[in-house]
């Protein structure tokens, strides 16, 4: 099995421009604009290799949002568990990670509670758990976010709301993950060949 990281979850090719050089493009106004969210998106794959930019985006959004309006908006909420959970993976003393990985967890679960049926919240979720050691205890998360990922990409087709690339790169990962049973690691891989020959034909 790929021993793919969390913190490799839906990476996107480099010509993602920089987080310092958006960062005052986007709009500060409390709302969740699509742009702001396609930013953060972006943001957090920038940030997977450096500390630097994941303090920058977690700035950004305690900066432009209220706790109030973060805990409303369960994948703004998600997005900001999972720059936690880079925190831990950037720091080196164990109790930072431990406190950090708490923190994203905390957050992942609550997002989780209002974006139950949201597949980029419980696809975050579950790229956390699968990587965390299974000593820690949340098996059953785990197997109930593996469910509930296949069933809101093969039997709702929820990857349609997702960029063809985004969804491709979900897919991909739950494919990797090996968490899925026989038969649907099959659906998948089969979901995965149809959409990569749709873009294929789109780029033909």
Avoid: C
């Amino acid at each position: 099995m790929k021993n793919t990281l969390l913190f490799y979850v839906l990476i996107i090719p480099a010509v993602v421009s920089s987080v310092q050089a958006e960062i005052s493009s986007v709009s500060s106004q409390e709302t969740l604009e699509t742009s702001t969210l396609t930013f953060i998106r972006h943001g957090f794959y920038e940030s997977i290799e450096s500390h630097a930019k994941t303090k920058r985006m977690m700035e950004f959004i305690e900066s432009n949002f209220s706790e109030k309006f973060l805990h409303d908006e369960p994948v703004l909420l998600a997005y900001y568990g999972v720059l936690n959970a880079l925190k831990a993976k950037h720091v080196f003393n164990p109790f930072s990670k431990i406190s950090y990985l708490r923190a994203a967890l905390r957050k992942l679960d609550e997002a989780a509670i209002d974006g139950a049926r949201n597949l980029e919240v419980r696809f975050l979720r579950f790229s956390v758990l699968h990587n965390i050691p299974s000593f820690l205890g949340f098996r059953d998360t785990l197997l109930e976010d593996t469910e509930m990922v296949f069933e809101l990409l093969i039997v709702d087709g929820k990857y349609t709301e997702l960029d063809p690339e985004m969804a491709l790169h979900v897919i991909d990962f739950v494919i990797e993950s090996q968490r899925l049973s026989d038969e649907q690691q099959r659906e998948m891989e089969l979901l995965a060949k149809r959409l990569k020959e749709h873009e294929q034909l789109s780029i033909d």
